[in-house]
């Protein structure tokens, strides 16, 4: 078989995919590939674009315009960046183009939020892929990135109906125990004397019902948070001040599993206006889950650490322990998404912190891989006035 020859094609006729690099296509038979292909990218309803190795956009088709609200001339010469969304951390992408530059990988795929030109969320499921030559050297990446918006919608709508008959079930629940705590209650202390194994007994099953009864409650909580019904008290206050309150909080938790939490602040970050105990207790379940994370370990550190990310005040909180399943990530903050159930974890804390965090217009995240470990990041507005 004889070695396929290449030749460079003629310019297009068509100005919407002329570009600044030449296609080389196969000398026999290679226009009408180039034809199917160029059809291809023009006519596919995922937003497709194609970068140089310097993360220069060089070419974008018809859907990306739709999906992102930027023309081709805007967007050619700039890099993805327009497109990044605060929600999408500087680990996200490290972790993307650590696994792209893989050989053993060689691409990254997964669900992540961009940014439109007008500033509103477009979530999208992307896809980046190296394009090489007849050599096999990669020469461009593309990223195709398919709007998962009304996925997303769909998803809504079926927390509206699981929040719904959640209700519904947690009002019979509490009727339901309401009855039995009160017959334990007349057993230990109106009933004749018990056997003192058997008062034990009564005294955990009681301990058991009021861990239940402050499980529906707190759902019940989460449930007006979901809903937007979190009256705020703001107020300025220091960050760090905040920080190390939590922390004093925790250390009788800390010092017991051998934990040190250590604070870095790489910034002098002027006041947030934030709720401070509604703040303090979002801080005090993420670093409580990092410290009970790494619990036992000898000479572990949980750190801190506070920074500028654009315009806002970030504290990354970061453990070195095991790193999170990659598919767990997606779901890090839902309800009961808990890693810790053999130490009593309901997966309610990162659930009541993302919701407070997002109800002072701020943002969280999470990035986890075995060798950094699992860092929670916290967004929050800044307060101009020092």
Not at 96 to 107: E, R, S, Y
Not at 351 to 372: E, K, M, Q
Request: hydrophobic share 35%.
């Amino acid at each position: 078989m004889g070695t396929k020859k290449y030749i460079e094609a003629k310019p297009c006729d068509d100005p919407a995919l002329e570009s600044a690099d030449p296609i080389y296509v196969e000398e026999n038979g290679g226009a009408a590939e180039v034809r199917i292909f160029r059809q291809s990218f023009l006519d596919s309803s995922d937003a497709i674009m194609i970068t140089d190795l310097q993360g220069i956009i060089v070419e974008v088709n018809p859907a990306f315009e739709t999906i992102y609200g930027f023309s081709r001339d805007e967007a050619i010469g700039r890099t993805p960046r327009i497109l990044r969304h605060d929600s999408s951390g500087p680990e996200l992408y490290l972790q993307m183009w650590n696994d792209i530059l893989d050989p053993a990988k060689g691409h990254w795929k997964g669900e992540i939020t961009n940014q439109r030109k007008d500033g509103t969320q477009v979530p999208v499921m992307l896809s980046i892929t190296p394009i090489r030559d007849a050599e096999g050297s990669t020469t461009h990446y593309m990223g195709l990135a398919m709007d998962i918006s009304e996925k997303r919608k769909l998803e809504a709508k079926v927390q509206q109906l699981r929040r719904e008959y959640g209700a519904f079930l947690r009002h019979e629940m509490r009727n339901r125990l309401a009855a039995v705590t009160g017959y334990l209650e007349l057993a230990m202390n109106h009933a004749e004397p018990v056997p003192e194994r058997l008062g034990k007994y009564l005294k955990s099953t009681q301990e058991a019902l009021f861990s239940t009864v402050k499980i529906i409650d707190a759902l019940r909580e989460l449930e007006h948070y979901e809903l937007g019904q979190i009256e705020l008290e703001k107020q300025p206050v220091s960050l760090r001040a905040l920080i190390e309150r939590a922390c004093a909080d925790l250390r009788p938790i800390s010092d017991q599993g051998g934990v040190s939490i250590e604070i870095q602040e790489d910034a002098d970050l002027s006041p947030v206006q934030v709720d401070p105990p509604k703040m303090e207790s979002v801080f005090f379940n993420l670093l409580k889950n990092a410290v009970e994370h790494v619990s036992g370990i000898p000479g572990e550190v949980v750190s801190v650490r506070l920074y500028k990310e654009r315009n806002r005040a970030a504290v990354a909180m970061n453990n070195r322990g095991a790193s999170v399943p990659r598919d767990r990530l997606a779901t890090f903050f839902e309800r009961f998404n808990t890693t810790k159930k053999d130490k009593g974890g309901t997966g309610l804390g990162t659930t009541y912190a993302a919701l407070i965090t997002r109800a002072h217009g701020g943002d969280i995240r999470v990035a986890s891989n075995a060798r950094d470990g699992t860092t929670v990041t916290v967004l929050l507005p800044q307060n101009d006035a020092k």
